[in-house]
């Protein structure tokens, strides 16, 4: 028993935790997302159940899945780069922005109430998602990337987005790429190179912002990253984010704008229902 939590509860926890790992590494391959929209709910739960303290549970949670995020996008970047659909000249030019971004995001979300994460979230994903599964490719701002400037100014604000979020920024990108007439397979296995720029500086930062915090976290947190679900997450997201790379590119365009799209609808109707209830 730990904490006062039987022995056969906390087993049931981690097996949980070790599957939906699993399901975070798939969710990185097939849609270049960092994973974050299941990290999140279900570390969420899983400090309420141990008995985490409402101040610390959400951002324990968000900072948590950031750094679960870590090595799930550098396989998953690894494994669209291999397939040589990653533009990295876009890549290049949101990198310093987007770091600004995460560390503006990780400092807003220190005194951030929880439901603002959800409320971000669902109205994003309802965008991307109605656009995806109507396949309304007349919603475009351009036929090509903008400028510099105004790619700069989208870099800055997906950062603050994502870190606000606990995800790895590929749901936002991957939406504004398809405004500009990218491809969904090129959105996607490029977007999967934003989670390595959003998650490593968005942990750093959690780590930092939970600092004061220490003594109320649950052991083994460092701020508020929670190392136990690390440990539990990280193994089979790393070993399934490949697998989602694979069946991304053997998906036809209209057959993963349908499956991205569900997805999104999925994740919004579960942050509608915890806000409502």
Do not use: C
């Not at 951002?59 to 780069?81: E, W, Y």
């Amino acid at each position: 028993m730990l904490a006062g939590i039987p022995l056969g509860d906390l087993a049931f926890l981690a097996v949980s935790l070790v599957l939906a790992g699993a399901v975070t590494g798939l969710l990185a391959g097939v849609f270049g997302v960092g994973g974050g929209a299941v990290i999140v709910p279900v570390l969420y739960e899983v400090f309420r159940v141990i008995g985490v303290a409402d101040e610390v549970r959400m951002p324990l949670a968000v900072g948590t899945s950031l750094a679960v995020i870590i090595p799930t996008s550098i396989r998953s970047f690894n494994a669209h780069r291999a397939k040589g659909l990653v533009d990295l000249s876009i890549l290049k030019v949101w990198a310093v922005p987007v770091v600004i971004g995460v560390i503006f995001g990780s400092w807003i979300a220190r005194y951030a109430p929880a439901d603002l994460f959800k409320i971000i979230f669902v109205i994003v994903a309802l965008i991307s998602a109605i656009r995806l599964l109507f396949a309304a490719d007349r919603w475009k701002f351009g036929e090509d990337m903008p400028g510099k400037p105004l790619m700069v100014a989208y870099g800055g604000v997906i950062g603050v987005l994502s870190a606000l979020m606990g995800i790895g920024g590929g749901q936002l990108s991957s939406l504004f790429m398809t405004f500009y007439g990218r491809p969904i397979h090129q959105a996607v296995a490029t977007s999967s190179g934003l989670g390595v720029l959003i998650s490593i500086p968005g942990a750093l930062g959690f780590i930092y912002a939970g600092w004061p915090k220490m003594a109320i976290l649950p052991p083994l947190s460092l701020g508020y990253v929670s190392l136990i679900g690390m440990i539990l997450f990280i193994p089979t997201s790393i070993w399934t984010a490949p697998i989602g790379a694979s069946l991304a590119h053997k998906l036809s365009k209209r057959r993963l704008e349908v499956a991205f799209g569900i997805f999104l609808l999925f994740v919004a109707s579960r942050f509608i229902w915890s806000l409502i209830h």
